[in-house]
């Protein structure tokens, strides 16, 4: 319970969400809602958009294709 507690701590604290959607899992998704309802970007890497589910296409604000974009693009997120 400490870590679901922390984690939701976290993402209402941060300005963006990366997710390695290589292998998402159960505690990536509930991440991601959290971070969906509190509308913070999402930014994806490791898979592309026409290769995800569409839960995971419908939660994501972008799909960038390797790690080194997505650190990019969550930088840029965060200071808009």
Request: zero cysteines.
């Amino acid at each position: 319970e400490q870590i679901v507690n922390t984690d939701r701590h976290l993402i209402a604290s941060s300005d963006a969400m990366l997710v390695d959607g290589r292998r998402p899992g159960w505690g990536t998704a509930m991440e991601m809602a959290w971070a969906y309802d509190q509308a913070k970007p999402i930014v994806v890497w490791g898979i592309e958009r026409d290769k995800a589910s569409v839960f995971l296409r419908h939660h994501a604000t972008i799909f960038e294709p390797n790690l080194a974009d997505a650190v990019l693009r969550v930088a840029e997120l965060s200071l808009e």
